[in-house]
């Protein structure tokens, strides 16, 4: 007796369910509306237009219902496909930070403790020089005043 084998597609969002001729049912409909997009088209525009002429008007006219059929791309149909184009081109682009491993965690606490030690030592040098100012600041009142003392005595010395 023999074996009977079924395959199974690898992913089961790679099956698709055929309705008629081995086609989906998008597939299926956007054959019709091509076909009674283009049979018209040809019937009627072959009074006004050279063959050439109508077989381009036909192709461009029914691209987008091909493309709507049978176009996809990573699983995605095109509208899809479209609606990510125009979020990358359009939309907002944040990035999200998702990952902060443990080594970046260390790199910036080994960073703040180096820069508290920098601050801490840098604030007695701007403490040390502030009191420096400050002396030179009394010296120079001392001495205008010392030198006002002086200039009041000579003068009533004259």
């Not at 049912?25 to 009674?36: D, F, N, P």
């Not at 030690?117 to 604030?123: C, K």
């Amino acid at each position: 007796m023999g074996e009977m084998k079924r395959t199974i597609p690898a992913e089961i969002k790679a099956f698709k369910e055929k309705f008629f001729f081995g086609l989906t049912l998008r597939q299926l409909v956007c054959g019709a509306g091509i076909i009674a997009l283009a049979v018209p088209t040809g019937i009627i525009g072959s009074r006004f237009f050279s063959q050439d002429t109508i077989g381009w008007i036909i192709v461009v006219e029914v691209a987008p219902l091909a493309a709507i059929g049978w176009a996809s791309y990573n699983d995605m149909p095109i509208e899809k496909i479209g609606k990510k184009a125009l979020q990358y081109y359009f939309g907002v682009q944040k990035r999200k930070f998702k990952y902060f491993s443990k080594e970046a965690y260390i790199h910036d606490q080994i960073v703040n403790l180096d820069l508290d030690a920098v601050t801490a030592e840098r604030s007695e040098e701007l403490k040390a020089e502030n009191d420096m100012k400050k002396e030179q600041r009394r010296l120079q009142k001392a001495l205008k005043k010392k030198n006002k003392h002086s200039r009041k005595k000579e003068d009533e010395s004259i």
